[in-house]
Protein backbone atom coordinates (compact mmCIF):
# COMPACT_ATOMS: atom_id res chain seq x y z
CA UNK A 1 0.00 0.00 0.00
CA UNK A 2 1.54 3.45 -0.89
CA UNK A 3 2.42 5.75 2.03
CA UNK A 4 1.31 9.08 2.40
CA UNK A 5 2.92 12.07 3.87
CA UNK A 6 1.65 15.98 4.35
CA UNK A 7 4.18 18.36 4.12
CA UNK A 8 3.43 21.36 6.05
CA UNK A 9 4.39 24.76 4.51
CA UNK A 10 4.55 27.80 6.47
CA UNK A 11 7.36 30.56 6.35
CA UNK A 12 8.85 28.30 4.13
CA UNK A 13 7.19 28.74 1.04
CA UNK A 14 8.90 27.48 -1.83
CA UNK A 15 10.14 24.04 -3.75
CA UNK A 16 13.70 24.59 -4.10
CA UNK A 17 16.01 24.22 -0.91
CA UNK A 18 13.50 22.83 0.94
CA UNK A 19 14.69 19.71 3.51
CA UNK A 20 11.64 19.12 4.95
CA UNK A 21 10.21 18.76 1.20
CA UNK A 22 13.33 16.74 0.21
CA UNK A 23 12.54 14.27 3.20
CA UNK A 24 9.13 14.30 2.72
CA UNK A 25 9.98 12.66 -1.35
CA UNK A 26 12.41 10.32 0.04
CA UNK A 27 10.15 8.89 2.82
CA UNK A 28 6.49 8.97 1.39
CA UNK A 29 4.86 7.45 -2.16
CA UNK A 30 2.66 10.43 -1.59
CA UNK A 31 3.24 14.23 -0.36
CA UNK A 32 0.44 16.28 0.44
CA UNK A 33 1.17 20.17 0.37
CA UNK A 34 -0.53 21.63 2.58
CA UNK A 35 -0.57 25.71 4.42
CA UNK A 36 -2.85 26.42 7.32
CA UNK A 37 -4.49 29.83 7.42
CA UNK A 38 -4.06 30.15 11.12
CA UNK A 39 -6.23 32.57 13.08
CA UNK A 40 -3.66 33.41 15.77
CA UNK A 41 -1.08 34.83 13.46
CA UNK A 42 -3.73 36.18 10.41
CA UNK A 43 -6.30 38.39 12.93
CA UNK A 44 -3.84 38.54 16.46
CA UNK A 45 -2.41 41.20 18.47
CA UNK A 46 -0.46 43.29 15.47
CA UNK A 47 -3.02 42.37 12.42
CA UNK A 48 -0.98 43.56 8.95
CA UNK A 49 -2.98 43.99 5.95
CA UNK A 50 0.82 43.90 3.87
CA UNK A 51 1.50 40.78 5.69
CA UNK A 52 -1.82 39.16 4.67
CA UNK A 53 -1.46 40.69 1.02
CA UNK A 54 2.37 39.04 0.77
CA UNK A 55 1.20 35.84 2.38
CA UNK A 56 -1.26 35.30 -0.24
CA UNK A 57 0.82 36.46 -3.47
CA UNK A 58 3.54 33.88 -2.19
CA UNK A 59 0.92 30.82 -1.68
CA UNK A 60 0.05 31.78 -5.28
CA UNK A 61 3.48 31.32 -6.56
CA UNK A 62 4.26 28.48 -4.08
CA UNK A 63 0.87 26.76 -5.61
CA UNK A 64 1.71 27.26 -8.98
CA UNK A 65 5.37 25.80 -8.23
CA UNK A 66 4.13 23.02 -7.15
CA UNK A 67 1.49 22.88 -9.79
CA UNK A 68 4.21 22.69 -11.99
CA UNK A 69 5.56 19.69 -10.42
CA UNK A 70 2.34 17.88 -10.34
CA UNK A 71 0.93 18.61 -7.19
CA UNK A 72 -1.77 20.68 -5.49
CA UNK A 73 -1.11 23.11 -2.61
CA UNK A 74 -4.24 22.36 -0.11
CA UNK A 75 -4.58 25.57 2.13
CA UNK A 76 -6.77 25.12 5.20
CA UNK A 77 -8.04 27.64 7.39
CA UNK A 78 -8.64 26.84 11.56
CA UNK A 79 -6.00 25.55 14.58
CA UNK A 80 -3.05 23.45 13.00
CA UNK A 81 -3.92 21.18 15.82
CA UNK A 82 -7.15 20.86 14.65
CA UNK A 83 -7.17 20.80 11.04
CA UNK A 84 -4.02 19.10 10.22
CA UNK A 85 -4.80 16.05 12.10
CA UNK A 86 -7.89 16.06 10.16
CA UNK A 87 -6.42 15.88 7.03
CA UNK A 88 -4.44 13.22 8.02
CA UNK A 89 -7.39 11.58 8.50
CA UNK A 90 -8.91 12.27 4.91
CA UNK A 91 -5.26 11.54 3.58
CA UNK A 92 -4.81 8.72 5.39
CA UNK A 93 -0.73 9.96 6.11
CA UNK A 94 1.39 8.54 8.48
CA UNK A 95 4.23 10.74 8.32
CA UNK A 96 3.71 15.39 8.81
CA UNK A 97 7.05 16.98 7.72
CA UNK A 98 7.82 20.69 8.62
CA UNK A 99 10.70 23.22 9.28
CA UNK A 100 11.25 24.07 12.74
CA UNK A 101 10.26 27.08 14.31
CA UNK A 102 12.59 28.85 16.77
CA UNK A 103 9.66 31.34 17.47
CA UNK A 104 7.88 31.11 20.88
CA UNK A 105 4.72 30.79 19.27
CA UNK A 106 6.22 28.04 17.03
CA UNK A 107 7.56 26.16 19.24
CA UNK A 108 4.23 25.90 21.28
CA UNK A 109 1.96 25.11 18.19
CA UNK A 110 4.59 23.04 16.53
CA UNK A 111 4.75 21.23 20.03
CA UNK A 112 0.64 21.05 20.21
CA UNK A 113 0.36 19.69 16.61
CA UNK A 114 2.81 17.21 17.46
CA UNK A 115 0.69 16.15 19.98
CA UNK A 116 -2.84 15.48 18.21
CA UNK A 117 -1.21 13.59 15.95
CA UNK A 118 0.67 11.17 18.40
CA UNK A 119 -2.01 10.38 19.86
CA UNK A 120 -3.39 9.01 16.37
CA UNK A 121 -0.38 7.39 16.04
CA UNK A 122 1.35 9.70 12.86
CA UNK A 123 4.99 10.88 13.10
CA UNK A 124 6.41 14.34 12.91
CA UNK A 125 9.31 15.37 11.51
CA UNK A 126 10.48 18.63 12.36
CA UNK A 127 13.53 19.37 9.71
CA UNK A 128 16.09 22.46 10.02
CA UNK A 129 16.29 25.11 6.69
CA UNK A 130 14.72 28.19 7.87
CA UNK A 131 17.79 29.95 8.38
CA UNK A 132 21.49 29.39 6.95
CA UNK A 133 22.66 28.66 10.57
CA UNK A 134 20.00 27.43 12.81
CA UNK A 135 20.08 29.81 16.20
CA UNK A 136 21.15 26.95 18.47
CA UNK A 137 24.33 26.49 16.54
CA UNK A 138 25.72 29.46 16.98
CA UNK A 139 26.43 30.23 20.74
CA UNK A 140 29.57 31.09 22.75
CA UNK A 141 32.47 29.24 24.36
CA UNK A 142 30.21 28.37 27.05
CA UNK A 143 26.66 27.59 25.44
CA UNK A 144 25.04 30.90 25.50
CA UNK A 145 23.43 33.14 23.15
CA UNK A 146 25.93 36.03 22.18
CA UNK A 147 24.45 39.59 22.78
CA UNK A 148 26.85 41.49 21.06
CA UNK A 149 26.79 41.63 16.90
CA UNK A 150 30.50 41.12 15.98
CA UNK A 151 31.60 38.32 17.59
CA UNK A 152 28.18 36.54 16.44
CA UNK A 153 28.68 37.58 13.30
CA UNK A 154 32.50 36.11 13.66
CA UNK A 155 31.23 33.25 14.80
CA UNK A 156 28.21 32.83 11.51
CA UNK A 157 30.70 33.26 9.39
CA UNK A 158 33.44 30.89 10.18
CA UNK A 159 30.30 27.61 10.30
CA UNK A 160 30.28 25.46 7.36
CA UNK A 161 26.94 26.22 4.82
CA UNK A 162 24.77 23.19 4.19
CA UNK A 163 24.82 21.90 0.31
CA UNK A 164 21.84 23.74 -1.40
CA UNK A 165 18.88 21.56 -2.65
CA UNK A 166 17.65 21.50 -5.99
CA UNK A 167 13.61 21.92 -6.37
CA UNK A 168 12.75 18.17 -6.93
CA UNK A 169 11.36 17.75 -10.69
CA UNK A 170 7.78 16.09 -9.80
CA UNK A 171 6.07 16.09 -6.73
CA UNK A 172 3.62 13.07 -6.70
CA UNK A 173 0.50 13.44 -4.79
CA UNK A 174 -2.67 10.75 -3.76
CA UNK A 175 -4.65 9.65 -6.50
CA UNK A 176 -7.43 12.48 -7.39
CA UNK A 177 -5.93 15.20 -5.06
Do not use: C, Q
Not at 49 to 66: C, T
Not at 92 to 119: C, H, I, K, N, Q
Not at 123 to 128: D, F, I, L, N, S
Not at 140 to 160: H, K, N, Q, S, V
Amino acid sequence: MPSTAILWFRRDLRVHDHPALAAALAAADHVVPVFVLDEALLAGRWPAPNRVWFMRESLVALSASLAERGAALRVLRGRPADVLPALARETGATDLFLTSDATPYGRARDRAVADRLAAEGIRVHAKRGLYVHEPDEIATRDGRPYTIYTPFRRAWETLPRRAVIAAPARIPGPPGA
